[in-house]
């Protein structure tokens, strides 16, 4: 995905006097998109995290990360590495395991559906007839309006961000949908090294999202200085369906640690 679904904090944090920043990952729209498919593991995505900040000058006086989805498995990979560096960590909406994802979309998302659209839905996928128009027909209003967005109408920037996705970096990572997980990253699992991360860490759960927001408060209970924001009206985009809630618990969060609370 693009910066462009993040540009709802420029408002929010201009307005504290944040210098931050929002950049587009290699391989996404607005940088260069090479064909080598080794490119795309965790270890060389946080390694230009890395790059960035050793490029606008950040350190652990200063450096926030803050990530949401993917970004957030990025993030907390990035944490494990380079914890030094950083001084404070914001995770919304990401479990720190792919698997127990899984689980919950299976276990309890999918239950949350009609019967019949289910059934559909699952048949395709069966026959893996993904580019099926039937299949984003059944999703957007069945599964992504109600756990990845719910405002009525999605804002420009998301529109803008779904524009222009890599779909082939996407599905090589994450599989063909938001429902579950399949790709490179399906057997992604860092919970039991959560208690390594040692800097102030703020998880975000919301009550309709795709992640299980009650793992999202456990994983805030095993690092080490952590906090956490839960979102009672939004879902995987809570920083767009339930904005004041979320972006004044980050402010805090971010003041806090700034001034030692």
């Given at each position: 995905?693009?910066?462009?679904?993040?540009?709802?904090?420029?408002?929010?944090?201009?307005?504290?006097?944040?210098?931050?920043?929002?950049?587009?990952?290699?391989?996404?729209?607005?940088?260069?998109?090479p064909?080598?498919?080794?490119?795309?593991?965790?270890?060389?995505?946080?390694?230009?995290?890395?790059?960035?900040?050793?490029?606008?000058?950040?350190?652990?006086?200063?450096?926030?990360?803050?990530?949401?989805?993917?970004?957030?498995?990025?993030a907390?990979?990035?944490?494990?590495?380079?914890?030094?560096h950083?001084?404070?960590?914001?995770?919304?909406?990401?479990?720190?395991?792919?698997?127990?994802?899984?689980?919950?979309?299976?276990?309890?998302?999918?239950?949350?559906?009609?019967?019949?659209?289910?059934?559909?839905?699952?048949?395709?996928?069966?026959?893996?007839?993904?580019?099926n128009?039937?299949?984003?027909?059944?999703?957007?209003?069945?599964?992504?309006?109600?756990?990845?967005?719910?405002?009525?109408?999605?804002?420009?920037?998301?529109?803008?961000?779904?524009?222009?996705?890599?779909?082939?970096?996407?599905?090589?990572?994450?599989g063909?949908?938001?429902?579950?997980?399949?790709?490179?990253?399906?057997?992604w699992?860092?919970?039991n090294?959560?208690?390594e991360?040692?800097?102030?860490?703020?998880?975000?759960?919301?009550?309709?999202?795709?992640?299980?927001?009650?793992?999202?408060?456990?994983?805030?209970?095993?690092?080490?200085?952590?906090?956490?924001?839960?979102?009672?009206?939004?879902?995987?985009?809570?920083?767009?369906d339930?904005?004041?809630v979320?972006?004044?618990?980050?402010?805090?969060?971010?003041?806090?640690?700034?001034?030692?609370?």
């Open positions: 995905m693009t910066h462009e679904y993040m540009e709802c904090f420029e408002t929010f944090f201009q307005r504290q006097g944040f210098e931050f920043y929002e950049y587009d990952q290699l391989g996404s729209y607005y940088s260069d998109q064909k080598d498919s080794s490119l795309w593991t965790i270890p060389r995505f946080v390694e230009e995290v890395d790059q960035v900040r050793q490029a606008i000058g950040a350190d652990s006086s200063n450096f926030y990360v803050l990530g949401n989805s993917w970004g957030g498995i990025l907390m990979e990035y944490a494990l590495k380079y914890q030094q950083l001084k404070g960590l914001v995770v919304a909406n990401m479990v720190a395991s792919a698997p127990e994802y899984g689980k919950y979309a299976d276990e309890v998302l999918a239950k949350q559906m009609k019967p019949e659209v289910l059934a559909e839905i699952k048949a395709l996928e069966m026959k893996k007839d993904f580019d128009p039937r299949y984003m027909e059944l999703l957007i209003p069945n599964f992504y309006h109600e756990h990845l967005c719910r405002l009525k109408e999605w804002p420009d920037g998301f529109n803008r961000s779904l524009k222009h996705v890599n779909g082939e970096i996407y599905t090589m990572m994450q063909p949908s938001e429902f579950g997980i399949s790709g490179r990253l399906a057997d699992d860092i919970k090294r959560l208690n991360i040692v800097v102030p860490t703020l998880m975000v759960g919301a009550k309709y999202d795709t992640m299980d927001p009650h793992a999202m408060e456990a994983q805030s209970k095993l690092v080490k200085k952590g906090s956490y924001l839960f979102c009672p009206n939004g879902s995987h985009l809570s920083m767009w339930d904005q004041q979320f972006m004044n618990g980050v402010i805090k969060f971010i003041k806090d640690v700034d001034t030692g609370n």
